[in-house]
C-alpha cells in the first residue's frame, strides 16, 4: 500500500496562493496517476475538489470555483493544489488521494490549511 | 440533487457485528459504483471497500478484509456495510460516497455514520 505524504498544516493570507503538496513514494511515478483532492471542514463530509493527471487531461468537481487548480512536479514527484486568491472560508483540511487499482483507493494524511 | 443518506452506526462491544446502511437518490444508484470510506476521530480518511454497479466487482482494504462485506440493493437504492469481529480500531466516522465513472472517483459523499467499539 503505497503511503502519499503531505504536509500537516500550511498558512496564507486571505488573497494569497496556498499551494499544498502531496508526494508520492519513490517507486511510484506521479506521471503514471490521476492526483484527486478533497477539501473538508470542521464537522462535514470530504467534498471532491478535482483531479490532475495532465493540462490535457484533468477535472474540475461540480460548483469547485477555477481558483482550485492541479499540478505535479515529476522532479519532485509530487501532486500539487494550488488555491489562489485564499478565502477565510478556503480554512480547512486538504486530503490528496491517488486510484492506483481497481482494489484500492490511497489517500495522503491530510493537510491542514490556516488563512490567517 | 445527489444524496446519500448513511444510517445503523452506534456503539458496540468488541467482537460484535454492525451492519451500516446508505440511501442513495437523485442519481440512478444501479449506474454507478459505490465506496466506504471511514475517519477515524481526528485522524485522516481511509477508503474501506468498493462495490460495482452489478456487485460484479467488490474490494476492501487489507485492514476489513474477511470481517467486512460490501453488498448493495439496486431495487432499493441502497448500499450496505455488514460489520463483524469488531475492533476498538475500527472506530470512526462511515461515509459512503459515489464513483462517477472510470476516471472520477469519490464525487459525492453521505453525511456519515458514527461507529464506536468499545468495552
Known amino acids: 500500500q503505497p503511503v502519499l505524504t503531505q504536509p500537516p498544516s500550511s498558512s496564507a493570507s486571505p488573497g494569497e496562493s496556498a499551494r499544498l503538496t502531496c508526494t508520492l513514494p519513490?517507486?511510484?511515478?506521479?506521471?503514471?496517476?490521476?492526483i484527486y483532492w478533497y477539501q473538508q471542514k470542521p464537522g462535514s463530509p470530504p467534498r471532491y475538489l478535482l483531479y490532475?493527471?495532465?493540462?490535457?487531461?484533468?477535472?474540475?468537481g461540480s460548483g469547485v470555483p477555477s481558483r482550485f487548480s492541479g499540478s505535479k512536479d515529476a522532479s519532485a514527484n509530487t501532486g500539487i493544489l494550488l488555491i489562489s486568491g485564499l478565502q477565510s472560508e478556503d480554512e480547512a483540511d486538504y486530503y490528496c488521494?491517488?486510484?492506483?487499482?481497481?482494489?484500492?483507493?490511497?489517500f495522503g494524511g491530510g493537510t491542514k490549511l490556516t488563512v490567517l | 440533487e445527489v444524496q446519500l443518506v448513511e444510517s445503523g452506526g452506534g456503539l458496540v462491544k468488541p467482537g460484535g457485528s454492525l451492519r451500516l446502511s446508505c440511501a442513495a437518490s437523485?442519481?440512478?444508484?444501479?449506474?454507478?459504483?459505490m465506496n466506504w470510506v471511514r475517519q477515524a476521530p481526528g485522524k485522516g480518511l481511509e477508503w474501506v471497500s468498493s462495490?460495482?454497479?452489478?456487485?460484479?466487482?467488490?474490494y476492501y482494504a487489507d485492514s476489513v478484509k474477511g470481517r467486512f462485506t460490501i453488498s448493495r440493493d439496486n431495487a432499493k437504492n441502497s448500499l450496505y456495510l455488514q460489520m463483524n469481529s469488531l475492533r476498538a480500531e475500527d472506530t470512526a466516522v462511515y461515509y459512503c460516497?459515489?464513483?462517477?465513472?472510470?476516471?472520477?472517483?469519490?464525487?459525492?459523499w453521505g453525511q456519515g455514520t458514527l461507529v464506536t467499539v468499545s468495552s
Open positions: 437523485g442519481f440512478t444508484f444501479s449506474s454507478y459504483s
Open positions: 460516497a459515489r464513483d462517477e465513472g472510470v476516471v472520477v472517483t469519490l464525487d459525492y
Open positions: 490532475y493527471y495532465s493540462d490535457s487531461d484533468k477535472g474540475q
Open positions: 488521494m491517488i486510484w492506483p487499482s481497481n482494489a484500492s483507493k490511497v
Open positions: 462495490i460495482s454497479s452489478s456487485s460484479s466487482y467488490i
Open positions: 519513490s517507486d511510484i511515478n506521479v506521471g503514471s496517476y490521476n
